[in-house]
Every structure is written in C-alpha cells, then in structure tokens.
C-alpha cells in the first residue's frame, strides 16, 4: 500500500515535507514515527505528523526508510510540541526533535580524506587561485583519518567548505564519503542461565555438581551461583557478576555451556541503574511521617482534583522546609494506586540525586530519571521504560515535560519559579513550567506549582482566580524559621572587620559551627576566583577576544577564562598593555571565598574540611551525588557554592547559611533582577534550621540593607515583596501584565546586523494596541563568540491579546516580508518568546 505523508523535519522553518512511503498496515498507524528521508544532497529523520490530503505523487522522493515499529509521539505528544512550535515560534521538527533522546533522530554525515599529501609547488599554484582550497588540503595533510565537515569549519573558521571540498574531490585531491548514523538502540551484555535439563531435574543437578566437585572446583562453585541466583530471580546472571562472584573465569563459563550445564544468552542492559556501591542520600521512607493539617489540606485538594480526571492548577505555596516534598510523596502514591502515572520536573540537576533518593526510599517500582548529564544511552534507556510502561514515575530537568507517559494523571513543577526551566539554546525556547500546564490541559491532568517564593506571574495568576491557591505557612516537624541578620559590609570595612570579602561576623559564627561539628553553606552566585584582572597602574582588563566581556580569574588553573564562549588563556603577573605586575585581582568567586577561609582558619590552627559545588566542581559524572554525600556525612564542614546550594537541598546538620554579596544581582539590567535576588535569599536562607532540635541562623552580607528584596526577604515576608513588585511590574508594562519577547540579531558583520535589525523593526506596527515595540538596541553584552548581537524588544499586552494569537499573527507577517526583502545569510534572527534574558 502506497501513501503520502507529510514530516516534520527539523530544520528552522514552519514548512512540512511531502513523501511517498510504501507499507502493509493501516495508514493511521504511520502517524508519529519517524522516518529517514532524502532532503537535498543529505539524509535526515524526520517525524510522520499527517496524512497528506493531496494525492498527487509528481515530485515527490519516496521514504529512504521507517525507523519504527510503532509510533514514537501520542496524538496527544504531536499536540503538545505543535502548539510549542506555534506558541515559541520555532520549527516542529526541532522541537520534536528535542522531545526524544538526541541519538534517535540520525542523519547522513559526510566525512573527508585527503588521498596524497600536495608538493610544495602543487600547494602553491593552488594557494595562487584559491587561498581557501590551499588552506583545506594543508590543514587536511595533518590528519590520517576521515574528518567531518563541521570539525573542518570549526578549525579554518572560514565560513561554509562544501563546495571547495566538491570541487577538490572534482580534481582527485580527496575522497569525501557519505553515510548515515546509527540509530540508538538499546545496549546488551553475556549472561548464563542454567539449562532447562538441570533446572526440571534436581537430581540430575546434584549429579553434575557432584561430578564437577572430583573435576573442577571452579565450575563446581560457578555452577552453583548461577543456580542460586536463577531460584533468587529467575532470571539470567550477567557473565561479568558470575565470573566475579565465584571468583572464576570465562574458560569456566565456555566450558560448563560444552557440557550444556548452562546456556550463554544477550540481555538487555538499564544504563540508567545505579550502581549498588552508591550511597543512598535518604535513609527513610518519608511516606510514613504525619502530615500536618496544612499539608493534609493540600494534599486533600489535589487528590479531589485528580479524583474527577480534569485538568486543573494549584499553586503550593509553602515556605522553606514546610513539606512540600511529602506532599508530592503523598499524591504520586495516590497516582500510582489508581493506574495512572506521574511526572516531577525539577529545575537542577543538582537537585536530583537527593530527590531521587527521597522517593526511591518510599517507592519500590523503578523510577525513570531524565536530565542532560546523562549520556544518550543513558536517556534513552530512561525513555523506553517509560514508553513501555516500565517506569509509571518520572523524575527530570527541564527536558522530562516530554517523557512518553500514558494515562497522565499528575505533573509537579518544583521550584516553578526557576529560570532555568526556561530553554535558552538551542532552540526551541520554551518554559518547561507553562509547557506542563498545556500538557496537563491536553492529558487532562492535575498540575501542581510549588515553590516558597512563587513567580510573581504565578502568584498573580492565582490571585485572579487562573489557579488555586495552597499555603503551608508552617515548617514540617516543629521546626522554626532561621533567625535571619544584615551585616552591612560597608559598616564592617570602615571599622576594619573584613578578611577578604567575609566580614568577622560570619567568620566568628562559621567557627562555632565547625567546632561543634555542624554543617555550613556559604553562597555566592559567582564562581572562579576573582571576577577580573585589573592593572593598577594602566587600568588594562584582560577581555575575551571572542565577547564583550571581561575573562573570570581561575586561581586553581591559573587561567583567565570565558564563561561565554569558553575562551582561556594563561594568566600572567604582568600587564600585557604596560607591563606592570603585579596585576590586581578585583571581585570574589567561590573560589577566592574557599582561599579565604583556609587562611583564617590556618591562623587559628583548626582545619575545616571545605567543598566547593559549582559548575568547576560539578563538570564529571555523579560529581553532584559526591560532594552532597560527603556533606551529609559530616566529613564536609563547610559547602560553597553558586545558586547550585540555594534550593531543594535538605540537611538536618546545617544550623549556618552565610549569603557572601547579597547585591550580585540587585542592578542587573534586568526587570527580574529584584525578584532573583528575594527569591535566591529566601531560598538560600531555607537551607539552615530544618530540624526541630537545632536552631537556623542565616547571616546576610549586603551593601544595600535598605533595599526592599533584602529587607522582604530578612522579614520572611512574600507578600510584602509580591505588593511592591506587582505596583512596579504594572507601572512599567512587565510580565505578568504583558508577554516580554526579544529578537535577537547575530553576525560577525556588524553594519549587516544593525541593518537588519532597523529593517525588521520597521516592518512592526507601531500603534501599540497589541505589542509596544523598542530598539533595536545594543545589549550589555554586544559580542558574543565573535558575533554581533542587536535586540528588538516586545512587549505584549496582555489584555488585549491574552492568547498571544496577534503576536504570533505580527511576527509571523513582518518575518515573512522580512525574510522576501531584507534577509542576509550572513545575520541569523533568533524569537524569544517569554524571554527570561537581560537586556
């Protein structure tokens, strides 16, 4: 049977593609897989979302090949990412893309050999006519093996190579091959079951353990574990576990299978198991503890929402330590119970080792767990015990809101009022906190919000009725709030009671906590060393040569490096501009804080154990786990780290929370900078005090005491802040009162991108009934990775669209004409919709 379907591919774009594609079973049935198809010179996969109504088959390439058995998106998932593509103005194939593990969508790459190393004569008649092809055969001629095209283009850095290397295999230089990737499949090892003979047989057992005893007691002992464990699970024994177990070898294994003892089969492997040498970061079932009457309430609420299978919101207002966690405990168990599934998004993966501990402590089922750290094998095994149903729970970051759940009945966002939910590169952009309330819509399922510090579109949201309001004012098992103090720095430098950036206050009570054996967290949003490097002589900043912004001082490495584009070069002790030395080190990261501490405590002779948790730290595999783990353990005294330790972390040990510079993000360009700096005090703060038995102190190191986030935030009072910021918000035309969108405009020509960007921006209405449109302007940071940046901002009033349909109807109208008259291929434009970017 032939028929015409129409692929998502995932390419920018909102166009679909026309194939012909030939099978023997109802054509519903090709709807949501994938499939690899010509497109041009390259092969892609691409996602089978329709029937095409036309029946016309001129022109149009048959399907190279079906990847899948059965579909891999539900009606109701090719839903969801149709409206993500419409509503972020991104194509659906990349966000269908996005949806599944990254090693399923495989495409056809090209790779290049050089066949014989050019004379010095030949690359210089070549060099004569095209510097560019010289450029590639000698850059070639360093290399044995095949290369890929883009490693080629990202070492010249000289723009697109294809057609030079098409005209140089013209010309018998070199061999370019064209082959498609594997797809991901899942991952199999050796195991040995014992023979059906011997397993119906007892008797016929005992005889070949007998028999082996006089022969060879190793395949005796072997033979014997591997019995032992098929009675245990009745289930294969992997090679490795036996061999090791029985302190035998694999001429035993071959051997016992000679005798047909045993049978050697593949398995299929869970690269998602933890291994059993692993700590565990809870060591109780939560479950089991008494809620509270606020937690019940709460919990009662939802669980009569999920009762009735229809969608609806709660937002779980609940203060640091009050219980919110067992409250998503309770209502998951209650999901499970009756059949249907659920899914928990947390916005870092630093929150999840604990977390995932927390419930598989109260859950025996397997446990799914999605997050980018873990490798393509990894996530795809995750993502097929859920598509199979293994795995009814699903803990993940962002990226979880699209695990192949059926029968949905619960998404909780934690910490919703994280930016991190929101996608920044690659595209699409999208919040993973409002794609679940339009999942939840679609699957009709409850979704719940919490957070001790609610966005304050969230918290609006249900002051206007959009969701239902929970509070948990209380903390969980008699626990007290941390008594919260100021310590203004700038009182403590005039008076001289400041080593580095600590004042003596804080330094005098992380002493008592580490004599007496406590825990304590110090934070400061900024990791490195120093911020910079300053000459004081000449005032030269060493910058990076790719961005406009300064290069981070690594004492560690001694390297100042990009935390942009990743540039680094050696520090040196003399100014490059004048020559001075010493350079002048300005600004604190976490790790000049860990440098400071060390050299208190050395003249006091006490040594503290000290960890620092930030993206330096936490780059390795299970690095998170480690450093939480030892903290736990009380063989860390001391924990340091960015906005990593602000949230989610829950230790009964920590009586000290110290904030280094409350004021890092208080003058941001940025309309949220007041808001980030409430919610990362009130959050941090909460890490301290969590147990009934030991009392929280929380010292704030600030500039600006006065400041009205600092102070709400001291107070412990959410709605003194969300009052204050909302008068702000409306005043100035900010979320939640308008959609706040940027345009982005990139290029290494910085005449064409401002020439774009004025273009575009007058293709914009300017009557302000639906948008308010500014710029295009210069962001702070103007460069980036040597491309020019230029911004449109947008601002979307709400009240007269409130779906976003005539924004979506405005852009869509001014980037086509754009795309007719002004487009250059040398200026990419990027849409952000809900942008949670600065200016």
């Known amino acids: 049977m032939q028929s015409i379907v129409n692929i998502a591919i995932p390419i920018p774009g909102k166009q679909l593609f026309s194939y012909i594609i030939e099978h023997d079973f109802d054509e519903c ?58 509503y972020y103005f991104c194509s659906w194939g990349i966000v269908l893309k996005s949806a599944i593990p990254s090693g399923m969508s495989p495409k056809s790459v090209i790779k290049v050999q050089l066949l014989h190393n050019p004379t010095e004569a030949e690359l210089h008649e070549i060099r004569k006519k095209s510097p560019k092809k010289a450029a590639l055969i000698e850059f070639l001629s360093e290399h044995n093996d095949f290369l890929s095209i883009n490693y080629i283009e990202d070492n010249i850095k000289s723009g697109s190579v294809a057609s030079h290397l098409e005209a140089l295999e013209q010309n018998g230089w070199l061999t370019i091959n064209r082959m498609v990737e594997d797809d991901l499949t899942p991952k199999t090892q050796k195991a040995v079951i014992l023979s059906e003979e011997l397993v119906k047989d007892y008797e016929l057992f005992k005889n070949a353990l007998n028999e082996l005893d006089k022969k060879s007691i190793k395949q005796s002992l072997l033979l014997n574990f591997i019995n032992h464990k098929y009675l245990e699970s009745q289930k294969p024994v992997l090679v490795s576990e036996a061999i090791a177990a029985s302190k035998s070898n694999y001429q035993s294994i071959t051997a016992l299978a000679k005798k047909s003892y045993i049978q050697i089969v593949e398995i299929e492997i869970d690269r998602t198991e933890k291994p059993l040498k692993i700590e565990s970061l809870s060591q109780r079932d939560e479950s089991k503890l008494d809620l ?4 019940s309430n709460a919990l009662n609420e939802i669980l009569r929402a999920t009762d009735k299978s229809e969608f609806d919101v709660f937002l779980l207002h609940g203060v640091t330590g009050s219980g919110k966690t067992l409250v998503y405990i309770h209502a ?8 249907k599934t659920a899914l928990l998004i947390v916005p870092e993966i630093s929150l999840t080792p604990q977390l995932i501990d927390r419930f598989k402590s109260v859950f025996r089922e397997k446990i799914a767990v999605l997050h980018s750290r873990m490798s393509e094998g990894e996530r795809f095994d995750g993502w097929r015990a859920i598509k199979k149903g293994d795995s009814r729970i699903v803990i993940g970051a962002r990226s979880a809101i699209f695990a192949p759940l059926d029968n949905l009945g619960l998404i909780i966002v934690d910490e919703e009022h994280e930016p991190s939910f929101k996608q920044q590169e690659p595209d699409p952009k999208y919040n993973a906190r409002d794609v679940a309330l339009v999942r939840g819509k679609i699957d009709k399922a409850v979704v719940v919000l919490g957070s001790a510090t609610p966005s304050i579109e969230s918290m609006y949201n249900a002051n206007t009725g959009k969701y239902k309001l929970l509070n948990i004012t209380q903390r969980a098992d008699g626990a007290n709030l941390p008594k919260i103090e100021i310590v203004n720095i700038i009182e403590s430098k005039r008076k001289g009671e400041v080593t580095g950036i600590l004042t003596n206050s804080l330094l005098s009570e992380i002493e008592k906590r580490v004599l007496k054996k406590e825990g304590v967290i110090l934070f400061q949003n900024r990791r490195g060393f120093a911020v910079y490097l300053e000459c004081p002589e000449c005032g030269h900043i060493p910058m990076c040569k790719n961005c406009s912004v300064t290069l981070t001082y690594h004492k560690a490495k001694s390297q100042l490096r990009c935390h942009y584009c990743g540039f680094t070069v050696n520090a040196t002790k003399k100014c490059n501009a004048c020559s001075h030395s010493p350079m002048k080190e300005v600004g604190f990261g976490t790790q000049r804080i860990e440098d ?128 204050n910021e909302i008068r702000a918000r409306k005043e100035a035309l900010y979320p939640p009162f308008t959609r706040f969108c940027l345009i982005l405009f990139v290029g290494k020509n910085l005449i064409k991108v401002s020439e774009c960007s004025k273009n575009f921006k007058e293709l914009l209405p300017t009557d302000r009934k639906h948008i308010l449109a500014l710029g295009p302007v210069e962001p702070v940071i103007s460069k980036v990775r040597n491309n020019y940046r230029k911004l449109i901002v947008i601002k979307n009033n709400k009240r007269t669209d409130p779906s976003g349909k005539y924004l979506r109807e405005i852009l869509s109208k001014a980037n086509d004409k754009y795309n007719e008259e002004f487009a250059s291929s040398e200026v990419k434009v990027v849409f952000d919709i809900d942008s949670y970017l600065g200016l």
């Open 29 to 86: 049935m090709l709807i949501g897989r994938r499939a690899l198809v010509p497109f041009g010179r390259r092969a892609l996969t691409g996602y089978i979302v329709e029937l095409s109504i036309n029946k016309k088959t001129d022109g149009l390439k048959p399907v190279f090949e079906l990847l899948d058995s059965e579909p891999v998106f539900s009606s109701e998932m090719l839903e969801l990412t149709k409206w993500l593509a419409d």
């Open 292 to 295: 509270n009457n606020e937690q």
């Open 332 to 339: 998951i168990k209650n999901m499970i119970s009756s059949g």
């Open 596 to 723: 400071d501490l060390n050299e208190w405590f050395k003249n006091k002779e006490i040594k503290p154990v000290i960890a620092r948790m930030d993206l330096d730290t936490t780059s390795k595999k299970n690095a998170h786990r480690k450093i939480l783990q030892q903290f736990s353990n009380g063989l860390t005294d001391i924990l340091i780290g960015t906005q990593m330790v602000a949230k989610g972390l829950d230790f009964e040990r920590v009586t000290l929370v110290g904030v280094v510079n409350a004021d890092l993000q208080l003058y941001l360009p940025d309309f949220r900078a007041s808001e980030r700096t409430f919610q990362l005090l009130t959050q941090v703060s909460g890490r301290a005090g969590r147990s009934s038995e030991k009392e929280g102190e929380v010292l704030i190191q600030s500039s600006h005491p006065e400041h009205t986030s600092i102070q709400s935030a001291v107070k412990g009072s959410y709605d003194l802040f969300y009052e």
